[in-house]
């Protein structure tokens, strides 16, 4: 590769690296993750195995209509179906009474078509007589109100009937189809993170509990909380109400509110893993999950290696950068690849857009998928999604998106022996909080929050990952404060404002041990609990970073720095003025009132921490990672033009075009390829949405 000329941060870094060093601290602390290996399982899909196909409801159909839907599967070559999702009622239609030979006729069918089925759990929505025979099910809202079930995922899944009785449909369904030929994997309550709060006496009790195990004390809630501002101190347990999810209310409270329901939710998923361990411990776990759904969510990245084997996600993307983000979080820190349980083909109002899909699963090919199964096979004539259109028309003809489908299964077939799905050992993470996000989008009342932190956190996220997903170079995005981050060779923490003991103690042993960390502006302002640090901030990094970041403006005029002899101009207003103690500056804000350092740079042990005085923002964040890439050995992937992704995979080089407009890549002289049998010659036209494999 070659050598770039030293800039000026790393000729500041080698300074630094040579001044007196900081007391290193001991080798300590966060175990990797154990996620529910694919490790000793040689039989769990992994190196080789790529699956396409679709999500399948039987339960719209008749016998006649199963048979042809599974013939047209079978023409188009599809290799896995996703069923018994959203179905609880059909297979057991009255308590205690369950139905499956239904089920088994259709098992039998897809397995004679040579199709492999992931088996879904269906623990949401939960059937009507469930919510008639115990109310706790149903759902109240906080001013009271009872709902019915009135749409899907209006469930209590705290309450102890709706998890005695999913434990007892997992149980059902995993004694009978554990060894079925047809199941290949299993899947736990479709989207489970989407759904209410629940405010009845009975969730308010076990809040409560909840509370209890955490602080033990009133004492210390009423620490937490700050009880002592606005009169609202709390006496005793007595006097706790549940937190309004919808507000008004303040940030610590929030904060717990939504570490209940997550808790809650996890609760949920490992009672059925553990009904899988014991019924069904040969079939891995690859579920859709929806962590991040904005009406209660749960903490994934905190929980992913408790509840599954491969991340998994409905994949409905709307551009790459936020695409790239969101697969990536969903794979966490799994070293086995994706399961894309819904894939993007049609959608409400949406008939779909030829080649679109096509790109799409190449996409996920970049981002370690395996699976890709459309969401979904037949278009819904009724229900809540009237008017979805899926691969097969309201009249049962197959639409052109078989035939893509059909397309993208041929040609994944013949990728299995070229290094597909990927694996790969990555060298950068980027740091995400389900917490932090929680803390930095309060609920609508009277709160200061917003009005300091006027950016959102998921696009800091996205400024970070912009210079690699540019410089196409894999990444991973994960919880530091749960993940071992002793494998990258740098890690990125944007806007990272909550900084609790778990994520501070990982950013100070990585450090020490020879780390590289860039931590943007908005970070460790507050503790575990919600509240400022009543300390010099970076709170419980300040000396990791040699800065104190306390003071803060947001410039009347674009904020410009020097960097690499180049003037940078940014686009977020918000700066702290950096007042450096063992740090050194890499760069001078040149239009703030007094003049303070952009970035600085802070030996501390065997590593180094740098500070990004500002939010994440590619005129500044840009240009200082990619000053990293040489002196840490990251190399960059395949250079392209804006939308074209691509990856070197086994020797040869996969391209893909997201945009809606032709791309044209430069080329080093002849290359064939795989997928059309064309030669290019110096460079390759990309139609919209093409892809090409070259050798």
């Known amino acids: 590769m070659e050598r770039l000329f030293e800039t000026p941060l790393i000729r500041a870094l080698r300074f ?4 007196a060093a900081t007391l290193a601290v001991p080798l300590a602390g966060i175990v990797p993750a154990q996620a529910q290996s694919a490790v000793g399982h040689p039989d769990w899909p992994g190196y080789g195995d790529l699956f396409v196909g679709t999500c399948y409801q039987p339960i719209d159909r008749s016998p006649e209509q199963i ?106 369904m995993l004694k009978r189809y554990a060894h079925n030929p047809a199941v290949i994997a299993i899947g736990y309550t479709n989207e489970i993170g989407n759904g209410q709060m629940s405010y009845s ?108 084997t491969y991340g998994g996600q409905g994949f409905y993307p709307g551009e790459p950068l936020g695409a790239a983000l969101d697969v990536s979080r969903n794979r966490a820190g799994h070293d086995t690849p994706m399961w894309l349980n819904e894939f993007t083909a049609g959608g409400g109002g949406y008939y779909g857009t030829p080649g679109r899909s096509r790109m799409w699963a190449y996409f996920g090919l970049i981002y370690y998928a395996q699976t890709f199964l459309a969401w979904t096979f037949n278009s819904h004539s009724g229900g809540e ?69 006027k950016t959102n956190y998921p696009d800091q996220a996205k400024a970070a990952l912009a210079p690699l997903f540019a410089d196409n170079i894999d990444i991973a995005v994960i919880d530091i404060g749960h993940d071992a981050i002793d494998r990258y060779k740098l890690v990125i923490l944007p806007s990272a404002y909550m900084m609790d003991k778990e994520t501070a103690e990982a950013v100070r042993r990585y450090v020490a041990n020879g780390g590289t960390v860039i931590m943007t502006g908005y970070s460790a302002k507050v503790d575990e609990t919600g509240k400022w640090f009543e300390t010099p901030l970076p709170g419980r990094l300040t000396d990791v970073f040699g800065v104190r970041t306390n003071e803060f403006y947001r410039a009347e005029q674009p904020l410009k720095s020097m960097f690499d002899g180049k ?27 007094k003049p303070s350092p952009a970035v600085t740079v802070n030996r501390f042990g065997k590593g180094r921490a740098i500070y990004l005085a500002t939010a994440a923002q590619g005129a500044f964040l840009d240009p200082l990672v990619r000053s990293l890439y040489t002196e840490l050995g990251i190399e960059r992937g395949p250079v ?43 460079r390759l036209d990309l139609p919209p949405y093409g892809v090409a494999l070259l050798q």
Request: glycine letters at 8%; zero cysteines.
């Open 67 to 172: 048979r042809q839907d599974i013939t047209i599967m079978k023409k188009a070559g599809f290799t896995m179906v996703r069923m018994g999702d959203l179905s609880w009622d059909s297979f057991e239609p009255q308590e205690g009474h369950f139905t499956f030979e239904w089920f088994d006729a259709i098992l039998d069918q897809m397995h004679a078509a040579g199709i492999k089925v992931l088996l879904d759990i269906p623990g949401q929505p939960a059937p009507t007589w469930l919510h008639k025979t115990y109310p706790g099910v149903d759902l109240v809202t906080q001013d009271g109100v009872r709902r019915n079930a009135a749409t899907r995922y209006w469930d209590n899944i705290s309450d102890p009937d709706y998890r005695r009785l999913v434990r007892r449909l997992a149980e059902q």
């Open 567 to 593: 003037v940078q101009t940014g686009t977020d207003p918000y700066y702290e003025v950096l007042e450096p103690s063992t740090a050194k500056p890499l760069a001078m804000f040149t239009n703030t009132p």
């Open 201 to 308: 006496p009975a969730d308010r009790q076990r809040f409560v509990g909840w509370l209890q195990k955490k602080y033990g004390t009133i004492a210390a809630l009423s620490t937490a909380w700050a009880t002592q501002r606005w009169s609202r101190r709390i006496n005793s347990w007595d006097e706790v109400d549940l937190p309004y999810g919808n507000g008004p209310g303040p940030n610590e409270r929030n904060l717990d509110l939504r570490r209940f329901w997550s808790n809650d939710t996890i609760g949920a998923l490992t009672d059925l893993e553990a009904v899988r361990k014991q019924f069904a411990p040969n079939l891995p776990v690859a579920s859709n999950f929806w962590p991040d759904a904005w009406t209660k969510g749960f903490d994934y990245l905190r929980s992913w290696d408790k509840v599954s």
């Open 16 to 19: 630094a690296m040579l001044a």
């Open 385 to 453: 999604e009237q008017g979805l259109f899926g691969l097969v028309d309201h009249d049962g003809r197959p639409s052109w998106k078989v035939g893509e489908f059909g397309q993208i299964a041929s040609e994944f077939a013949k990728l299995k022996s070229m290094g597909f799905p990927r694996y790969r050992k990555l060298e950068v993470a980027i740091a995400y909080s389900f917490q932090t996000n929680w803390l930095t989008s309060p609920p609508p009342g009277p709160n200061t929050m917003q009005e300091y932190f």
């Open 640 to 682: 392209t033009p804006p939308g074209v992704v691509a990856r070197v995979v086994d020797g040869r080089t996969l391209y893909v075009n997201t945009n809606t407009a032709p791309a044209r890549v430069a080329l080093a002289g002849k290359q064939h390829d795989i997928l059309s049998g064309k030669a290019y010659t110096d």
